[in-house]
């Protein structure tokens, strides 16, 4: 599911979905990852609170233990992480551009007029590709809309942009990097058969989709998770009811110094919960005396 | 009254600042150091400099607008080349212009240039117009020169023996550092020294380790010979000071047997670090197995991303250790 924006909001209705789907069961332990890890880690009462490309190689070794490569692209970021007897070797995410991740498919998609499930199949039904500038998003749809104007059919646009979207990818992320086989494709664009293909074309080599390729973070975190808990501890975690609890995050500037940190805060019920986001800890050492955010 | 001299805490601040001290406390002049870098320094910076400039520029302009209005002089030498034979940043020998033209209102700017790339004793000649700003006595200025060249050799000498000055200390960090066997992981901090002690800019990147348990080194921490020793095994000879020092004392920690990664921290759009960031990082790829990452700061980089990689680069570290053992 998406977050839309609404992380709180999200994790509720997950939580709902899952209370719903399992039924009366004993939860033995829980994590958390992605971007919103610290946040989604209050609410629920995780065990561990763990970053995406530790969550994502974990998941993938579990599926396919002799992997070599991932490459990850999700909505807001991508990565690639490269392994080596079996270890994470080398990682890397994309800065600030947002070229090579799935904001950029969706935006244009959805500027062609094409759902984004359907993006990948008019992508295969080219057989002359448009050179599309992959660099920036936004020179990208611009170089796009010309072409339209010269009169070039969409499919060939589509595969156009997914060999921009992976040239982009492998020039900013994979430079210098060795990408051996096996080769992971994780993360929700991989949904995108456009996008494998381009992989697949570009690399010279064959690209494997995992069974869990949308979750495979949260797989990761689940893993863990149980690796920590089998340790026999008790759980954090709060059960499915304090989830579906009311919670409500505001941020506000703090006025301590002139570093004005925007300090987000976490309340329940006009209870709070948590804050972090400032750069001294004034604020979020305060609570139950530890830092919710790894610093 | 003595006079002021406004000195920005910025860029030469983390490399001459107690060159600078001593030689103008001397001279009875009092010295008026901008704080440490705030949101607000980094706006005013932002807001004046020019946009092309690199981050590290741009908050220096910030600190002067910080003490411009307080002080009698600014002192913002021209800064040409700091050791013989080698150049460094060509922002820091237009920095005088670049302030002159971009903020106004400035007090006197004492702007003399210092260029060690022909002859170290140029120094002193620039010592000497430096110091006719507070005295005609020659002999006061030679002993003040004399003075400060001294403590600043001292500070150097302790900082390569592991102890981090006062006037740069990042955090809480006091004890004295240096590659420990017992320490959990040794983790080798390599960038420009403005980058590396400046905990706004670095988004505290040195608590975020340390609350890890990792021990840091840096380039100043490693012994000027050394640096020396192996930077002339390169088959060309790098004309920059920094990246002398950047990729000697990268090459000599790399053979120390307890390193555990190397974080290489570059401002975005620094022309030098591109070239040494790309050196140091071939060096570690075909000489070693070490984990290495590069994080690049800016203005708009947010601090979520810097602990995603943090915590995958210490749990990259960690995974490889035990799995060593």
Not at chain 1, 216 to 241: H, P, Q, V
């Amino acid at each position: 599911m998406r977050t839309g924006g609404q992380p709180i909001e999200a994790l509720r209705k997950g939580m709902e979905y899952l209370a719903g789907q399992l039924g009366n069961i004993e939860i033995r332990g829980a994590g958390t990852t992605g971007s919103g890890r610290q946040l989604a880690s209050v609410i629920i009462g995780a065990d561990i609170v763990k970053n995406e490309i530790t969550a994502h190689a974990v998941a993938a070794q579990n599926l396919v233990p002799e992997v070599k490569t991932i490459l990850e692209i999700g909505g807001q970021d991508s990565k690639i992480i490269i392994l080596k007897n079996g270890v994470v070797y080398d990682f890397a995410m994309n800065t600030v551009c947002a070229a090579g991740t799935g904001s950029f498919l969706d935006r244009q998609a959805s500027r062609l007029n094409i759902p984004i499930e359907e993006f990948g199949s008019y992508a295969l039904r080219s057989d002359s590709p448009v050179r599309i500038a992959g660099r920036c998003a936004v020179f990208a749809e611009s170089d796009m809309i010309h072409k339209q104007q010269m009169g070039h059919r969409v499919d060939d646009i589509v595969r156009g942009l997914c060999q921009a979207l992976v040239r982009n990818y492998l020039n900013n992320l994979a430079k210098g990097k060795l990408i051996a086989e096996p080769i992971l494709f994780q993360g929700g664009v991989a949904a995108n058969v456009g996008i494998t293909a381009a992989f697949e074309e570009a690399l010279g080599k064959k690209v494997i989709i995992p069974e869990y390729y949308d979750v495979m973070g949260a797989y990761g975190a689940a893993l863990i998770a149980k690796r920590k808990m089998e340790k026999s501890i008790d759980t954090n975690f709060k059960g499915f009811d304090a989830c579906l609890r009311d919670y409500s995050a505001r941020s506000r500037e703090c006025s301590g110094c002139s570093n004005v940190c925007e300090v987000i805060e976490l309340f329940s019920n006009d209870e709070l919960l948590a804050s972090w986001g400032d750069r001294c800890g004034k604020w979020s050492s305060r609570l139950e005396g530890r830092p919710l955010v790894a610093r | 009254m003595p006079a002021k001299v406004g000195i920005p805490r910025s860029l030469s601040y983390y490399q001459l600042f107690p060159l600078w001290k001593t030689f103008f406390e001397e001279m009875g002049a009092e010295l008026v150091v901008s704080g440490p870098t705030t949101k607000k320094i980094l706006d005013d910076g932002v807001k004046c400099c020019v946009d092309e400039a690199c981050l590290p520029v741009k908050l220096f302009h910030g600190h002067v607008a910080d003490i411009k209005d307080r002080v009698d002089y600014l002192f913002i030498p021209r800064l040409t080349s700091i050791s013989k034979g080698e150049y460094i940043c060509p922002k820091f020998g237009g920095l005088p212009d670049m302030v002159r033209t971009s903020l106004h209102g400035l007090p006197e700017i004492i702007s003399t240039e210092i260029n060690l790339r022909k002859n170290k004793r140029n120094s002193l000649k620039a010592a000497m117009e430096i110091g006719h700003y507070f005295t005609d006595k020659d002999s006061q200025i030679k002993s003040a020169y004399k003075k400060a060249v001294g403590c600043y050799n001292l500070v150097k000498d302790n900082f390569e023996k592991g102890y981090i000055p006062d006037f740069i200390r990042p955090g809480k960090t006091a004890e004295t550092k240096s590659l420990e066997k017992d320490r959990n992981l040794n983790i080798a901090l390599v960038g420009h020294t403005y980058n590396i002690y400046d905990s706004f800019v670095n988004m505290n990147i040195w608590r975020k380790l340390e609350n890890k348990n990792a021990n840091i080194i840096t380039i100043e921490m490693v012994d000027e010979k050394a640096i020396n020793r192996n930077a002339r095994q390169l088959p060309k000879k790098i004309f920059w000071n920094y990246g002398r020092k950047a990729v000697g004392s990268a090459m000599h920690l790399l053979n120390e047997k307890n390193l555990d990664g190397v974080i290489y921290v570059m401002s975005f759009g620094c022309g030098i670090d591109s070239f040494v960031c790309d050196l140091v990082e071939r060096r570690i790829r075909r000489t070693t197995d070490l984990p290495f990452i590069v994080i690049t700061l800016d203005e708009h980089s947010g601090e979520a991303g810097l602990d995603t990689r943090l915590e995958a680069f210490i749990d990259m570290v960690r995974w490889r250790c035990t799995d060593k053992k």
